[in-house]
């Protein structure tokens, strides 16, 4: 299979193209990819500016319905794009399949909420009347991870096309397949160049971001990538929105009932195998409940069967890439020089398979101390530590001692308790006896971190204010 880049509706090839391997099989390849240069990035700007400059003048009630039907067509092939998605991302099939599902539900949650959300305010009096208009923006980057890239590209494009600007997409490379081919699906029922798709890494992405046409940058990715986006925007002082990583913590207090609690934890730190940026990704457990939770998460995390992702029996697949496979490994090894005991679980079901994917068993960190690296760093992998606290102060101090701040967790049979600590908490977000959006919190809870994890919101009404300028007008009447 061959993807090219998409410019004005219309598919361009190049003169390079990437071999896709399987991360579960790295000897199957799923497909090429033409990496584009400057210069395509350059056609593709103007090609979204000069339909900017009329979509910008299609009503609100056209462009969501236009969305809406985006949202639709991308169930339409839900299938045939979850098994390209899992196979270049390495990502389980049914997750995949959840994944296109939530993120048309992510376009039409937006949909609903844009009238009231690009709504003009307007204020009169005898001397004069004030109309402040949401305007949109122009031609926005955006720049998007492999680790759930349907969901991460929608969450941007709606709110995006809906305030009236047009895009240009740059995929992950290690999972640009299925979201180029949904782009170029959804495409066709826009007009030509208001969605644009860019293949490449940093030189393309860099490219992008210092164009002068782009109004604004909508990143999604590590903080490290982060920096250079920041730094690129400053030179023209563009508009940034970033979605970076977080070292989201689950604060377990002594109430909880551990046999309704821990399954909901082990899930959520292990899902995608643990590769999402708001996975649990440390837990802290008081002293008195601590050898016992660490029993139930071994022997629950012990359960995993881990195989191709594509396999039906199994239930946690492989890591994404290379760099983030060493990157894990070569932290594991380091642990190894430390206090703390690691055990590692899960049980292989392709063992013949193991050394062609990259395959990890979940690793359960015990007794690490607080201020050790697996409990600062953000891993995005399937190992895990857990640690033991005293008091209600304490573990408010060792949470919000760090410089990520994107999700957290608390649990307790005690809500009001958990509302309490959860106040207490520096994140963008915090999930009581869960961890992750409910329905009813995709669609109304802003999405997004503080601190080092991020500038700006996804989902929610506050979407649109991302891709939107205020326009102020104040009329003098005349006497
Ligand atoms: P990454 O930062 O390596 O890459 C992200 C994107 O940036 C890719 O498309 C990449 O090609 C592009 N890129 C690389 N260099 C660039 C440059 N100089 N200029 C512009 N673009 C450039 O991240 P990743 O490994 O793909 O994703 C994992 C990270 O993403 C984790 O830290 C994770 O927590 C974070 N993430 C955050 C969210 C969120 O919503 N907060 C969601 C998913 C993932």
Redesign the pocket.
């Known amino acids: 299979m061959k993807i090219n880049l998409l410019i004005n509706n219309v598919e361009i090839e190049t003169e390079n193209y990437s071999e896709v391997n399987d991360p579960g099989r790295l000897t199957d390849v799923v497909g090429h990819v033409a990496i584009g240069k400057a210069q395509h990035v350059e056609q593709a700007v103007k090609a979204a500016h000069e339909a900017f400059l009329l979509w910008r003048n299609v009503s609100l009630t056209e462009r969501i319905r236009l969305c809406l039907k985006a949202a639709d067509r991308l169930e339409a092939e839900s299938s045939s794009l979850a098994k390209i998605i899992s196979k270049e991302n390495g990502m389980l099939l049914e997750t995949t399949k959840a994944e296109i599902h939530v993120a048309a539900t992510g376009i039409r949650n937006v949909a609903s909420l844009a009238e009231s959300a690009l709504k003009s305010e307007y204020i009169e009096d005898g001397m004069s009347w004030v109309q402040v208009e949401k305007r949109p923006m122009g031609v926005i980057a955006g720049?998007?991870?492999?680790?759930?890239p349907m969901i991460?590209t929608m969450q941007k494009l709606a709110p995006v096309l809906i305030a009236g600007n047009t895009i240009v997409f740059?995929?992950?490379?290690?999972a640009a397949m299925g979201v180029s081919i949904a782009l170029k699906k959804i495409s066709e029922i826009f007009p030509p160049g208001v969605i644009n798709v860019v293949h490449g890494?940093?030189d393309v992405?860099?490219a992008?971001?210092t164009h002068p046409l782009i109004r604004k940058i909508s990143?999604?990715?590590?903080?490290?990538?982060a920096k250079?986006?920041m730094k690129?925007a400053a030179d023209a002082l563009k508009s940034i929105h970033l979605?970076?990583?977080?070292n989201d913590a689950a604060i377990i207090l002594h109430d909880v009932d551990l046999d309704e609690v821990v399954p909901k934890i082990a899930s959520a730190v292990f899902r995608r195998s643990g590769q999402?940026?708001y996975a649990i990704k440390r837990i802290y457990v008081p002293s008195n409940l601590y050898k016992q939770f660490c029993e139930k998460m071994c022997v629950l995390t012990d359960e995993y069967k881990i195989g191709h992702q594509l396999n039906k029996e199994a239930n946690f697949g492989p890591i994404n890439n290379k760099r983030?496979f060493e990157n894990i490994k070569d932290l594991i090894n380091r642990i190894k020089s430390s206090n703390a005991k690691m055990i590692e679980l899960g049980k292989k079901l392709e063992p013949e398979n193991w050394d062609n994917g990259y395959y990890l068993r979940p690793i359960i960190v015990t007794n690490p101390e607080p201020d050790d690296e697996i409990v600062r760093c953000?891993q995005?992998g399937p190992i895990i530590p857990i640690i033991s606290y005293e008091s209600e102060e304490e573990v408010i101090r060792m949470v919000n001692d760090t410089e990520y701040g994107?999700g957290s967790s608390i649990w307790s049979t005690d809500e009001e308790k958990a509302l309490k600590i959860a106040r207490e908490i520096e994140a963008g977000m915090t999930f009581i006896n869960g961890a992750g959006q409910t329905s009813l919190g995709y669609k109304y809870m802003p999405?997004?971190?503080i601190k080092q994890?991020?500038i700006g919101r996804?989902n929610s009404k506050m979407a649109f204010d991302e891709y939107i300028e205020i326009h102020a007008i104040n009329l003098h009447k005349r006497e």
């Open positions: 720049i998007v991870p492999w680790n759930a991460l740059k995929p992950s490379p290690f890494d940093a992405g860099s992008l971001t990143f999604t990715g590590g903080g490290e990538t250079h986006v690129a979605e970076l990583g977080g999402y940026c983030q953000e995005f994107l999405f997004g971190g994890s991020g996804e």
